[in-house]
T-cell receptor, first 117, second 110 residues
Framework: DTEVTQTPKHLVMGMTNKKSLKCEQHMGHRAMYWYKQKAKKPPELMFVYSYEKLSINESVPSRFSPECPNSSLLNLHLHALQPEDSALYLC????????????????FGAGTRLSVL | AQRVTQPEKLLSVFKGAPVELKCNYSYSGSPELFWYVQYSRQRLQLLLRHISRESIKGFTADLNKGETSFHLKKPFAQEEDSAMYYCALSGRASGSRLTFGEGTQLTVNP
């Protein structure tokens, strides 16, 4: 199973709502990532978790709050978002975060398409 | 600083024609290079990585350290190759973090 599963597929929320995005993988990967992707642009890294600990926060606004409850799950809690936060949010995982010769392949989920009204 | 440059935002070819998607990189050291593909309404997925030196869906890519390039090639394009292609790099200093190029949207016309 080389799949990363994200739910929900689509989400519409108002600027005062609180919602959560979920990501799950059962490949035994110990690194998990959140990306934001705008149309026709590459993914932008938001957060990296390595062995369930937050390793990288790319200066993301606090209205985005990640959580890694266990090695298979990754959540992104959303609160008081702005319309400019509307985008495709991608989750990815890799075996580890540490550099390995040949490179660690990142496996991506299908994403959650978020619209903030 | 590490950087990936894909000079063509859009590339259009006819079915059966050869196609080359260009990728140049800047990195101090020995990077790992990848090509990821995103078909319409599908997830981003790995197409090739330089260490594998294999052909996937007829595509090949050779790492040229002298020219710091990792161009993606296919001798005969198919309509189903139409997609967004991203070249990406990772390096020892940044773990498995990927630096993506801006992407090339390939359209294969019938």
């Amino acid at each position: 199973d080389t799949e990363v599963t994200q739910t929900p597929k689509h989400l519409v929320m108002g600027m005062t709502n609180k919602k959560s995005l979920k990501c799950e993988q059962h490949m035994g990967h110990r690194a998990m990532y959140w990306y934001k992707q705008k149309a026709k642009k590459p993914p932008e890294l938001m957060f990296v978790y390595s062995y369930e600990k937050l390793s990288i926060n790319e200066s993301v606004p606090s209205r985005f709050s990640p959580e890694c409850p266990n090695s298979s799950l990754l959540n992104l809690h959303l609160h008081a978002l702005q319309p400019e936060d509307s985008a495709l949010y991608l989750c990815a995982s890799s075996l580890t975060y540490e550099f390995t010769s040949g490179g660690n392949i990142q496996y991506f989920g299908a994403g959650t398409r978020l619209s903030v009204l | 600083a590490q950087r990936v440059t894909q000079p063509e935002k859009l590339l259009s070819v006819f079915k059966g024609a050869p196609v080359e998607l260009k990728c140049n990189y800047s990195y101090s050291g020995s990077p790992e290079l990848f090509w990821y593909v995103q078909y319409s309404r599908q997830r981003l997925q790995l197409l090739l990585r330089h260490i594998s030196r294999e052909s996937i869906k007829g595509f090949t890519a050779d790492l040229n350290k002298g020219e710091t390039s990792f161009h993606l090639k296919k001798p005969f394009a198919q309509e189903e190759d139409s997609a967004m292609y991203y070249c990406a790099l990772s390096g020892r200093a940044s773990g498995s973090r990927l630096t993506f190029g801006e992407g090339t949207q390939l359209t294969v016309n019938p």
